[in-house]
Structure formats: C-alpha cells, structure tokens
Nanobody, 122 residues
Framework: QVQLAESGGGLVQAGGSLRLSCVVSGLTVSTYTMGWFRQSPGKERELVARISAVSATPSYADSLRGRITISKDNAKNTVYLQMNSLKPEDTAVYYC???????????????WGQGTQVTVSS
C-alpha cells in the first residue's frame, strides 16, 4: 500500500521559512517523479515543484522560482520542499504526489498525501 505523509506546515509570518517533508512508503522515490502541489480555497490545485526520478532534476513554477527548493533523500525515501521569503499568497494546503511521468497535470499523479496546511500571516 502506497502512503505519502506530509509534515512541516504551520503558521508563519511573511518573510519566514518552512521546510515541508513527505515520507513515502510503498514506492521508492528514486523511481517516480515526485511533486509538490498546493491548493487554496476557490483555486485549482497547482504544481509548485517536481523532481525527476533518477537524476533528481528539479523544476519549479515560475511564481515561486527562487524562493523554493525541492530535494529528496533516497535512503530515507523522503521528499522535501524548502520555502523561503513566504508571502500571504503562499497560504494553501500543500500536497506531496508521485507520478510515473514527467507531466505537469495533477491528473498525471497517481499517488497523493493528505496535505499539510501552510498559513502565512501579513
């Protein structure tokens, strides 16, 4: 059974930082594209970062580029999202997801975590 468990969200002031973690079981992160998505009320779920399976090549949404870093630890089967210079508009539920493809759409990701809430106060 595949499980993705996010943690690390919380309440932070604007300009602050958070590091999200996604502990994965039932699949190996070295064989899947791992992505971080976010969704805020009334908006579609958007991909904020992804990291490729073998080469660990990262890719970022333009709106967050320069403020976030995705990484993974194959030995711990865990994916991370470091977020810096947070803004109130970054407030959302952040989800970890796994895909066999390098595509961008949420529908291309077969496995999802339950999400972790990030709230940035002004």
């Amino acid at each position: 059974q595949v499980q993705l468990a996010e943690s690390g969200g919380g309440l932070v002031q604007a300009g602050g930082s958070l590091r999200l973690s996604c502990v994965v079981s039932g699949l190996t992160v070295s064989t899947y594209t791992m992505g971080w998505f976010r969704q805020s009320p009334g908006k579609e779920r958007e991909l904020v970062a992804r990291i490729s399976a073998v080469s660990a090549t990262p890719s970022y949404a333009d709106s967050l580029r320069g403020r976030i870093t995705i990484s993974k630890d194959n030995a711990k089967n865990t994916v991370y999202l470091q977020m810096n210079s947070l803004k109130p508009e970054d407030t959302a539920v952040y989800y970890c997801a796994a895909s066999r493809t390098w595509r961008l759409a949420a529908s291309d990701y077969a496995y999802w975590g339950q999400g972790t809430q990030v709230t940035v106060s002004s």
